[in-house]
C-alpha cells in the first residue's frame, strides 16, 4: 500500500466492516466500565497514539491505567480465540505497549485482547526485552520494504494468504 500505492479495499472485506462495526459499538457502551479485576483505575477509549522513535501509529481501543502505575492496551477482535494467540494479534498489541510507554511515559508490559466471537473472551498477553527486541528487527524489516521498495521473501505459512487483501498480485 505504501511503496507500490496500491489500497487495500479494505471497505470490501467482510471481516474489516463487521470488526469497524463492532469498535464502534463497543466505544459507545459502557463508556465509564472500568474493569477492576484487571486493576483498571482508568481507560481512555479509542486514543490514537504515534512514534518517530519507532516508526508506528495506531488507534487502540482502549489504554487502561492500572493500579500499579502501569498501563496496557486492550484490543476488540472481530475473531474467535483459538488455544494458541495469534502472531500478528500479538504483534499489534506490543506495538501498541511501545506507542503507551512513548506517548504516557509509563510502563506498558501487557496487554489484553477481547475476542468478540468467544462471548467476549479476555486474554491478557504478557511481553518482555526479548519480545521487544524481535518486534524492532521486524519494524527495521517492514521500513525497509517501504523506503527501498525491496520486496519481501514469501511467507512460510500459505495459510496467511487465504485472507490477504494483496493474494491475487503477489508473486509469491
Not at 471481516?15 to 457502551?29: A, D, Y
Not at 508506528?56 to 488455544?83: C, W
Not at 491478557?124 to 519481501?152: H, M
Request: glycine residues 2%; positive net charge.
Amino acid at each position: 500500500m505504501n511503496t507500490l500505492d496500491i489500497p487495500q479495499r479494505e471497505e470490501n472485506r467482510f471481516k474489516v466492516l463487521k470488526g469497524r462495526e463492532i469498535h464502534k459499538k463497543k466505544s459507545k457502551i459502557n463508556k465509564a466500565y472500568l474493569r477492576k479485576k484487571l486493576g483498571v483505575v482508568e481507560k481512555k477509549s479509542e486514543v490514537y497514539l504515534a512514534s518517530d522513535k519507532y516508526q508506528l501509529r495506531g488507534i487502540v481501543d482502549e489504554v487502561l491505567t492500572l493500579s500499579d502505575n502501569t498501563m496496557a492496551p486492550l484490543d476488540f477482535k472481530y475473531a474467535e480465540h483459538k488455544q494458541i494467540s495469534y502472531k500478528t494479534h500479538k504483534i499489534q498489541a506490543l506495538c501498541y505497549c511501545l506507542l503507551i510507554e512513548e506517548n504516557f511515559t509509563k510502563e506498558s508490559n501487557t496487554a489484553y485482547i477481547v475476542y468478540t466471537r468467544s462471548q467476549n473472551k479476555l486474554v491478557e498477553l504478557t511481553f518482555n526485552a526479548k519480545d521487544r527486541s524481535n518486534l524492532i528487527k521486524q519494524i527495521e524489516e517492514v521500513v525497509k520494504i517501504i523506503t527501498t521498495g525491496y520486496y519481501p521473501k514469501k511467507t512460510s505459512s500459505g495459510k496467511r494468504c487465504f485472507d490477504c487483501c494483496y493474494k491475487n498480485i503477489c508473486d509469491n
